[in-house]
């Protein structure tokens, strides 16, 4: 267990009763043919794992029929957007770019045939991403921070946008002890230069999601420092992703908790991520995170309501 205070990184936390904690974030994410509008929105990215040995769900949609009554039920929950993942983002069985192929490509392409709803495909390999675009998804989610080069370059020839990640070393390479010299600046000048990458690829500014990575190479308590620092990210330019879901870091603020039982954590987090500028939000709670994200959206825009009428009121009285 572990508290988390200021003197933890060199920016101080945002003041819940200050005047706004944010409202200068990317204002719109594109999908393909759609420009969201979300200055004040925050879009649900529904998980959908083809694999049989998620962290979380433990291969609960491995089975291609029960994946498929899955994604319907997050559909019918409102989720904006489905993500889906044929290998693991930590250590495991090895999974080839063919294994990776037969997870994904045959799932997406019943997603795109069945839903309205945008596909994104979670995976490092430009080669996966280019099959998937192929099939109709219109979002790469890649974990290694682009390092394969093409990764953008695929983007830009499908019209696709990305999710660039930040992590310490490769994917399912085990990082039990990372650091860092500057936490929050080594993590923004990673996510700056991803995002120069695509622009010169090609890709527009709504097109380039940043995600910080929590749990990738970092400790719970760096990711829980990133996590409150979420406002900062949110100000770099680019739309920001928050995946918190059920993660490591959830289990350990406060009283340990095991995965099986994050869902109140998880749901906090979404919460203050809505507030500070996560404008997607990659959760397994589609219902929950749409409600809380709602909610939170009406009371920002009733707070914002307030102050301008007092702001006229007491330019009444001058």
């Known amino acids: 267990m572990f508290r988390i ?4 990184h060199n920016r101080s936390l945002p003041d819940p009763g200050g005047v706004c904690p944010i409202v200068d974030v990317y204002p719109e994410v594109r999908l393909g043919e759609r420009v969201i509008d979300t200055s004040s929105r925050s879009l649900i990215m529904g998980i959908l794992n083809r694999t049989p040995d998620s962290f979380y769900d433990k291969g609960l949609t491995w089975n291609f029929d029960s994946f498929l009554r899955r994604a319907e039920q997050l559909v019918v929950d409102g989720a904006d957007l489905l993500d889906v993942g044929g290998v693991k983002a930590g250590p495991g069985d090895e999974v080839t770019e063919a294994m990776e192929m037969d997870r994904v490509i045959p799932a997406i392409a019943a997603l795109v045939e069945r839903f309205d709803t945008p596909i994104s495909v979670d995976t490092w390999r430009a080669s996966v991403f280019a099959e998937a675009c192929r099939q109709g998804a219109v979002v790469g989610n890649d974990i290694s921070g682009f ?5 953008v370059l695929t983007a830009a020839e499908f019209g696709a946008s990305v999710v660039a990640t930040h992590i310490r070393l ?3 390479v085990p990082d039990p002890e990372p650091v860092y010299d500057d936490l929050v600046g080594d993590v923004t000048n990673f996510l700056l230069k991803r995002a120069d990458a695509a622009l010169s690829a090609g890709l527009a500014p709504n097109q380039v999601i940043l995600d ?8 719970p308590h760096m990711s829980a420092v990133l996590l409150a620092e979420s406002a900062h990210f949110a100000r770099l330019g680019f739309p920001l992703l928050l995946s918190a879901s059920n993660k490591g870091v959830l289990g350990e603020i406060g009283a340990k908790r095991p995965v099986t ?3 109140p ?4 987090a979404t919460a203050w991520g809505a507030m500070l500028g996560c404008r997607v939000q990659r959760v397994h709670d589609v219902a929950g995170s749409r409600r809380v994200c709602d909610m939170v959206e009406a009371l920002l825009q009733a707070r914002d309501q307030c102050s301008t009428m007092f702001r006229h009121s007491g330019d009444r009285t001058h």
């Open 212 to 219: 910080c990575g929590l749990d990738l190479g970092k400790t």
């Open 147 to 151: 390092a394969d080069p093409a990764y």
């Open 5 to 8: 205070s200021c003197d933890d």
């Open 265 to 268: 954590e998880s749901l906090a």
């Open 170 to 172: 490769a994917p399912r």
């Open 261 to 263: 039982d994050r869902r």
